[in-house]
């Protein structure tokens, strides 16, 4: 099993940014997918961004060109940069691993992110 710790979330302006941060630990080796998920009351949890081993990314499109996701220096870490934040990107975020056959390996604790002025 893989530990995940998320850090970061807070309270932002609209049109602020904030950067979340997340490390894992235990089994790493067999995560393949680092990602982050989002979930708001009475909606179901989304994906908002993940990110390979081999680099690749992808976002959904609510976030896309506003979100950036990268993994850290080492394998364990994953960032997401998010910038132009909304009101609709209120929500508790938790970070997610998973295997290469998209098993998942892990779920962190979430960390709350609210855009409000």
């Known amino acids: 099993q893989v530990q995940l710790v998320e850090s970061g979330g807070g309270l932002v302006q609209p049109g602020g940014s904030l950067r979340l941060s997340c490390a894992a630990s235990?089994?790493?080796?067999?995560?393949?997918?680092l990602g982050w998920y989002r979930q708001s009351p009475g909606k179901q949890r989304e994906l908002v961004a993940a990110?390979?081993?081999?680099?690749?990314?992808n976002y959904a499109d609510s976030v896309k060109g506003r979100f950036t996701i990268s993994r850290g220096n080492a394998v364990n870490t994953v960032y997401l940069q998010m910038n132009s934040l909304k009101p609709e990107d209120t929500a508790v975020y938790y970070c997610?691993?998973?295997?290469?056959?998209?098993?998942?390996?892990?779920w962190g604790q979430g960390t709350q992110v609210t855009v409000s002025s």
């Open positions: 235990g089994r790493i080796v067999d995560i393949n997918t």
């Open positions: 990110i390979t081993r081999g680099g690749d990314a």
């Open positions: 997610n691993a998973k295997n290469g056959r998209l098993q998942d390996r892990g």
